[in-house]
């Protein structure tokens, strides 16, 4: 059975930077796309970051780019997520997943399989 879990979240001030890491177990990492999700209070998850299988392609939202890195090391079966000049919008518990292989990144939580049960990321002003 796929597990993912993820770790590394917490509370910052803004202007502050945050890594997290997420690792997939039961089956190789490579046999998937991996992408991050964040959820704020009474909103819907929303694509953040995402690796294709190889790592060879990455994505992010408009509103992550140039401060949010996403890599992947498949024979760690780990993704990590580098956050830096965090502001309050930023705010949310993260999500890893996991979804089957495709030839880019995927923004589309439909087509995950796999989630991990989240870690609060809160920035403060």
């Known amino acids: 059975q796929v597990q993912v879990v993820e770790s590394g979240g917490g509370s910052v001030q803004t202007g502050d930077s945050l890594k997290l890491f997420c690792v997939v177990s039961?089956?190789?990492?490579?046999?998937?796309?991996m992408g991050w999700f964040r959820q704020a209070p009474g909103k819907e998850r929303v694509f953040v970051a995402g690796?294709?299988?190889?790592?060879?392609?990455?994505g992010y939202d408009n509103s992550v780019k140039g401060r949010f890195t996403v890599s992947r090391d498949n024979a760690k079966n780990s993704v990590t997520l580098q956050m830096n000049s965090l502001n309050p919008a930023d705010t949310g518990v993260y999500y890893c997943?996991?979804?089957?292989?495709?030839?880019?990144?995927?923004?589309?939580?439909?087509?995950?399989?796999?989630w991990g049960q989240g870690t609060q990321v809160t920035v403060s002003s």
């Open positions: 690796a294709s299988w190889n790592g060879g392609g990455t």
């Open positions: 997943a996991a979804g089957w292989r495709r030839a880019g990144v995927v923004a589309a939580a439909s087509e995950y399989a796999y």
């Open positions: 039961g089956r190789p990492m490579r046999d998937y796309t």
